[in-house]
């Protein structure tokens, strides 16, 4: 566990980032940085406003107000797939593949710089398209077999359990290889075994100096992959530290036990996020 | 009608072949990018009603006319394009139906432009009756002179035209195929899984979409020119939504997301609605011709329900694919 942040610049700012819906404001002013190379865990209560600051960062919803720097430059507001070309991309709390395509076409859509890609290159341009597509087969079926699922590489995707789809997803991710990914809820619905290797995939994006923000809710898996933690409460950041700082700090204990009190529910507050 | 009058049957093929294009003009806008346009006729009435009234109206060459009417069939296309492309797919469906149905109550609606009900005929004012194929016509009979002297007999014209519209129907068919397979169509079939997943990856999802709906609108306007040709005469109601429904039916029939299934359904669909029309052996010669019409449209329902029954992936489509959900 690293007790501070490292040294890296911060890769990604957002400064009083606001979002309604209707008269519920999800994120009310919520201001955090992520430094680059390191792994930074979202956490809060359920309703908190976690997966709306993903989906506001990742251009999935527009802000109403408030800016996001990434690599210093602003993309709040910009369109989901131009923010994931900027290098930001994301991971969903439930696993988005393509089903009917196979595992192997879902890992080779992740890439980018493909020409073919563009009308007719195939036709201008087939070998330069051709020769783009083998190093594309070539990386995705190392991937695969990193994430272990490249005896499925010719399985239709829609026939992955829930886990092995998150694991596709991340592999997608991977694919397009981003700066910075965000994970939303990785290791919820996910089998034992199967998290514990997303785990260490995760940990190893770092070493790649790939820069991580996940949202979690199992509190020893962000202790122990995390070296910062940002708390977040009622749409607003509360708390930001090492993960030790978080855990003795009061108003991130009063966040956590004192919804419990007012919702007067046993149990730890997890499981899905608003 | 004898069950085997060539004639007959070599007509079936020319509208079958014509279907075809019809259809693939539909697969790359709903097989391909998962747009499930209702409104797919409206591409080929725009077309055929363009080239009609330029050529005679205008008298504008025929090649041009052709030319413009694709292009007309595009500006449709992004016309409706622009609310389209941001609805959902159930959205997408009833106002592209509603798109079509406007193409043709403004055909029916404004007979200064269009001829009105008469269609193509009252191009002309009235008491003259209006011809837009004439070149058309002219070209088909040197091609089938031509053959008929490479072949050492005579053969029908429509034979030429089946032969014409098969073989621009291969060539458009394995033409997208190869776009299928490429990065490109790669990305468009993401988008008909998850959009939002392929945005997620940095895929540009309007741009795409666009792509697909104007491509579908030139196959679309290639069909209706080839039909118009080949009926010589049009109105409104040859462009019904039905039309629209047959080129679902055919790409179903074949199998769904499967290129080469649409000749395949193309063929399978005309036969089954064709062919029905020579079931005037006994004992449903007792019936009189009027009423076996409408038995037969009851038919070729029921043929089409027990083939989906026994076998709803397709002629060629795969099982496994259909029973994953999106």
Not at chain 1, 105 to 122: H, T, Y
Not at chain 2, 61 to 77: E, F, I, R
């Amino acid at each position: 566990m690293l007790a501070a942040p490292r040294g890296g610049a911060v890769l990604l700012e957002i400064h009083d980032l606001g979002k309604s819906f209707g008269g519920v404001a999800a994120v009310d002013g919520a201001s955090f940085g992520v430094t680059e190379g390191s792994i930074t865990a979202l956490i809060g209560p359920n309703g908190a406003g976690k997966t709306t600051v993903f989906n506001l960062v990742s251009g999935f919803i527009r802000p109403d107000r408030g800016t996001v720097r990434f690599a210093g430059r602003d993309v709040a507001g910009a369109r989901g797939d131009a923010v994931a070309r900027a290098g930001l991309v994301r991971a969903f709390q439930a696993p988005r593949v393509l089903t009917r395509m196979s595992v192997l076409e879902n890992m080779m859509l992740g890439a980018k710089d493909q020409p073919g890609e563009r009308l007719g290159m195939s036709w201008i341009a087939p070998r330069r398209v051709a020769k783009r597509e083998r190093e594309v087969h070539a990386r995705a079926l190392e991937l695969l077999h990193l994430i272990r699922l490249a005896d499925l590489a010719n399985d239709y995707a829609g026939t992955l359990s829930g886990g092995q789809r998150k694991l596709l997803e991340l592999g997608r991710a991977l694919m397009s290889e981003p700066r910075m990914i965000l994970l939303d809820e990785p290791m919820a619905g996910i089998a034992p075994v199967l998290g514990q290797q997303l785990l260490q995939h995760i940990r190893d994006l770092r070493t790649r100096n790939m820069t991580v923000c996940v949202i979690e809710h199992d509190m020893d898996v962000v202790m122990s992959i995390s070296d910062r933690v940002i708390v977040m409460d009622e749409g607003r950041v509360i708390a930001e530290g090492t993960p030790d700082e978080v855990q003795r700090d009061e108003r991130v204990i009063e966040a956590y036990l004192g919804r419990l009190g007012t919702v007067g529910v046993g149990g730890p507050p997890r499981g899905d996020a608003a | 009608m004898d069950f085997l009058n060539p004639a007959f049957w070599t007509f079936v093929a020319v509208i079958a072949g014509i279907y075809a294009i019809m259809a693939l003009g539909l697969y790359v806008q709903f097989s391909l990018a998962g747009l499930p346009n209702f409104g797919h006729v409206a591409f080929m009435a725009t077309a055929a009603y363009v080239m009609a009234i330029l050529v005679v109206r205008y008298h504008v060459p025929l090649a041009l006319a052709s030319l413009a009417a694709v292009g007309a069939a595009v500006a449709v296309g992004l016309l409706l394009a622009g609310p389209a492309l941001r609805l959902r797919a159930d959205y997408l469906a009833i106002a592209t139906i509603a798109g079509g149905e406007i193409i043709r109550y403004l055909a029916m609606n404004l007979p200064e432009l269009t001829g009105g009900p008469l269609g193509s005929m009252g191009l002309a004012g009235p008491g003259n009756i209006a011809m837009y194929n004439q070149d058309w016509m002219a070209l088909l009979n040197r091609l089938t002179g031509a053959l008929s002297g490479a072949l050492g007999h005579a053969v029908s014209r429509d034979l030429t035209m089946a032969l014409l519209v098969w073989i621009l129907a291969g060539l458009l068919i394995f033409v997208f195929w190869r776009m299928e397979r490429s990065p490109w169509g790669r990305v468009l079939k993401a988008i008909r899984e998850d959009e939002v997943a392929a945005a997620a990856v940095g895929k540009n999802v309007f741009a795409f979409k666009l792509q697909a709906l104007i491509f579908g609108a030139i196959l679309g306007a290639i069909a209706g020119l080839l039909l118009a040709w080949q009926i010589g005469i049009f109105s409104p109601e040859d462009f019904q939504p039905t039309l629209t429904f047959y080129a679902y039916l055919i790409l179903i029939l074949g199998g769904l997301n499967r290129i080469w299934a649409i000749p395949v359904g193309a063929v399978l669909f005309s036969v089954l609605f064709s062919g029905t029309r020579l079931l005037n052996f006994f004992p449903l010669s007792l019936i009189d011709s009027g009423n076996r019409a409408f038995l037969r449209l009851f038919l070729v329902g029921f043929l089409l329900v027990l083939f989906m029954a026994l076998r709803p992936q397709g002629l060629l489509g795969n099982r496994k694919e259909l029973i994953l959900e999106k």
